[in-house]
């Protein structure tokens, strides 16, 4: 994300340390919510009073919220308006209560952020889009949208050294395929505008990979094996059963088949581009170049399973209702998680049970 100004001096002005500032934006731009392990991690430190004085400033300045999940595990959520609009993302919606698999999801993605710190992450959407349609001159008509949002899940993209792309999705444990299943049919169009792509599915179990793995040979198959290219749309040997059909109606040494003329029919009205006369003119003497010439350009579409190694707590949200308000009133009865003062601070200054 790139900014007119950097949020970390201004987060201090606040009163956090640097580091402190910095995990706070980390959090706020890919998550909302975060563990304690997971601030311990980004400052390389084990167990230690530097995660009870990071809560401890956080609460107190009224920036997070605690939520108990039961076996002394705690999530926090960073709720402040302040920090978030420090950070360039006053509208983000990171800052409402979710779901319970949205806030594993969120917490999913943080550690895999972690886990790439220092590499080029494409971690906003504006990021997503000027790459895809500035750097790689495509359409916006084939980028990913939901319910009119593009990159609606806001999961995170590496760039490679090499400069391939690896697309994220993070299973937070979903019972159902369908998630998946539709993650792939959104972002198919873009999928098959690249020339090649790798994703990456996220997981903190291998139960469901190889599900996964025959829903995405079934929607997008390794076209690299078919020898699929804007040349041979059909892929590699559709065009060699033309380029022979066509040899033998030119040579008239033989009758045609019924398959002949429908490779006929089809072929003259494909393949068409000078590189296809070449192609031609050459007959099927070096079919096996041919073959392989169209197989190594090919797209390459790989789906790589991922175990996250890190433990998840399970959520178990209690919630107060408030006092209905009068006829007139202009407060809103709202539903709380609750905290009782005793409770934050066995949050607070405990090592807690989030370590995993």
């Known amino acids: 994300m790139t900014l007119a100004y950097d949020p970390i001096p201004i987060l201090q002005v606040a009163g956090y340390t640097e580091r402190e500032a910095a995990f706070l934006y980390l959090a706020a731009l890919h998550s909302g919510y975060f563990l304690r392990r997971q601030y311990l991690r980004f400052i390389e430190r084990g167990r230690g009073a530097l ?19 039961g076996q002394a595990r705690f999530v926090y959520h960073l709720t402040s308006t302040e920090v978030y609009s420090a950070a360039g993302l006053g509208a983000s919606h990171h800052r ?11 917490l999913m993605v943080l550690d895999f952020v972690l886990d790439h710190l220092g590499e080029t992450l494409l971690d906003t959407r504006e990021s997503k889009v000027h790459h895809f349609t500035s750097a790689l001159g495509l359409t916006e008509s084939v980028l990913p949208l939901s319910r009119g949002v593009v990159f609606a899940e806001e999961f995170p993209l590496l760039i490679n050294k090499d400069g391939g792309i690896s697309f994220s999705y993070v299973d937070e444990g979903a019972l159902s395929a369908s998630g998946f299943e539709h993650f792939l049919d959104r972002h198919a169009p873009l999928f098959r505008s690249l020339h090649g792509f790798e994703l990456l599915y996220l997981a903190d179990s291998n139960r469901d990979f190889d599900r996964a793995t025959r829903i995405f040979s079934t929607k997008l198959p390794d076209e690299q094996e078919r020898g699929m290219t804007p040349l041979t749309p059909r892929g590699v040997d559709h065009l060699l059963d033309y380029l022979r059909a066509r040899e033998f109606a030119d040579s008239r040494k033989s009758a045609l088949t019924l398959r002949d003329l429908a490779l006929l029919r089809e072929g003259d009205a494909l393949y068409t581009r000078p590189e296809h006369h070449a192609l031609l003119a050459s007959g099927t003497a070096n079919a096996q170049r041919v073959r392989q010439q169209f197989e190594q350009s090919a797209q390459r579409r790989k789906l790589i399973p991922v175990v996250l190694p890190y433990s998840y707590p399970l959520h178990r949200f ?18 709380r998680p609750i905290l009782g003062e005793q409770t934050m601070q066995e949050q607070l200054f405990s090592e807690g049970g989030d370590e995993g």
């Open 51 to 69: 995660a009870a004085q990071f809560l401890r400033r956080a609460s107190a300045l009224g920036h997070i919220q605690s939520i108990a999940c």
């Open 96 to 106: 409402r209560l979710k779901s319970d698999a949205t806030i594993k999801s969120r």
């Open 318 to 335: 209690k919630f107060e209702s408030q006092p209905k308000p009068e006829l007139g009133s202009m407060v809103r009865s709202i539903r």
